[in-house]
């Protein structure tokens, strides 16, 4: 079974940068799409970029051009550079994985989730 365990979240003014990071533990055939989602109170969970294994990058339009996806597929972790944070970007941010187990089944695995808060 695969773990997902976050870092890097805290409290940080706007215009300020804050780098997540994620790494995946445990036994997998293979780690498929890999991303970054948010939460904030009352509103469902969103996405705000994710990488495939071949390198492939979705951002979400709030945070294009200001945050940045990277995967180290051998070390399976994930990270996200937050920069010019906003005071809407505050919010619990939630590590996703695609995982393939060893018997080719597909699952979704979400980490605990990390909260970052942006002052104005």
């Known amino acids: 079974q695969v773990q997902l365990v976050e870092s890097g979240g805290g409290l940080v003014q706007a215009g300020g940068s804050l780098r997540l990071s994620c790494a995946a533990s445990?036994?997998?055939?293979?780690?498929?799409?890999m991303g970054w989602y948010r939460q904030t109170p009352g509103k469902q969970r969103e996405l705000v970029a994710r990488i495939a294994s071949g390198g492939t990058t979705f951002y979400a339009d709030s945070v294009k051009g200001r945050f940045t996806i990277y995967r180290d597929n051998a070390k399976n972790t994930v990270d996200l550079q937050m920069n010019s944070l906003k005071s809407e970007d505050t919010a619990v941010y939630y590590c996703?994985?695609?995982?393939?187990?060893?018997?080719?089944?597909?699952?979704?695995?979400w980490g605990q989730g990390t909260r970052v808060t942006v002052s104005s």
């Open positions: 996703h994985a695609v995982i393939v187990n060893i018997q080719r089944v597909q699952a979704d695995s």
């Open positions: 445990g036994i997998a055939f293979s780690i498929n799409d």
